[in-house]
């Protein structure tokens, strides 16, 4: 089988596995986030030259760790136990010489971004499901417009130390699409309390943070030599892979709702 028909299978699987949760949401919604910080827990954190060996426990405690702090306390309390948290993970070199300096960054990014990202996506999702929506269209239509733009008029390299095949004119045509093809989704349906000139600064930033999450992953992957996060997903790579973008996005969009005051 081709690598074009694995990749457009496993693109239908994703969507009808997706699809659901989104729809019916309660503990559908739950489980989805959390498959989401299991599975990119073991993908990020098994980054390390040295995970083999790490005690066997460290993994699964980061993962329990940022589980409790969605699911298991209090909003008030979770930030403080974050806090204690990312002091652990830096501990960690202390307790056991398996784990170096650099495997520190690891634990403590996992802790930090996926505690953002799933409390970003629960409470985007409780505010109004077509937010969610709203920033899928703004990410994703931004990924395929820039592929598309930069395929027929790229000619400028947008940051070949990191994405050799990122071109600048690819870069605006993706912004520039998704901008307005988000600012449409945004004025056709009834995001309540979200004001015109507020959808129009949204949909102008998600597409721009959509490219640097993107262009942050992939830096973190060529740091450590490798294409993808893992084989997951057959022609996809892994879920980090999927959802580079949507971890940046989810956080910029929750950030702006709440300075905007919505």
């Known amino acids: 089988m081709s690598s074009i028909k694995v990749r457009v299978i496993t693109s239908f699987a994703i969507i009808a596995i997706v699809i659901p949760p989104l729809v019916l949401g309660g503990i559908w919604l739950d ?3 959390a498959f989401i910080v299991l599975s990119g827990g073991y993908e990020l954190l098994g980054l390390s030259e040295n995970v083999r060996k790490w005690p066997k426990w460290l993994i699964p405690m980061e993962i329990l760790f940022v589980w409790a702090l969605l699911f298991g306390v209090s909003e008030k309390l979770a930030f403080p136990l974050l806090g204690v948290m990312v002091l652990l993970a830096m501990s960690m070199p202390v307790i056991s010489k398996a784990v170096d300096g650099r495997d520190v ?3 403590s990014v996992y802790l930090c971004i996926f505690y953002l990202f799933g409390m970003s ?3 985007l999702y409780a505010k109004d499901p077509l937010y969610f ?3 899928a269209i ?3 239509l931004c990924d395929t417009a820039a592929f598309f733009c930069g395929s027929l008029f790229g000619k400028h390299k947008l940051c070949p130390r990191i994405s050799p095949k990122k071109t600048l004119e690819g870069a605006i045509g ?3 699409v998704a901008c307005i093809g988000a600012f449409l989704f945004a004025c056709c349906v009834d995001l309540g309390g979200f004001p015109l000139w507020a959808r129009l600064l949204a949909s102008m930033i998600l597409p721009f943070s959509a490219q640097i999450g993107d262009l942050a992953f992939s830096a973190i992957k060529r ?3 490798i294409k993808d996060f893992s084989s997951l997903l057959p022609g996809h790579g892994g879920v980090l892979d999927r959802i580079d973008s949507l971890v ?9 709702l709440v300075v905007m005051g919505i």
């Open 31 to 33: 489980l989805l986030a």
């Open 105 to 107: 960054f690891l634990l």
């Open 121 to 123: 996506f629960l409470k």
């Open 133 to 135: 929506w709203f920033m």
């Open 138 to 140: 703004a990410t994703y």
């Open 174 to 176: 993706g912004w520039l």
């Open 223 to 225: 740091f450590y030599g």
């Open 248 to 256: 940046f996005n989810f956080v910029v969009f929750y950030a702006l």
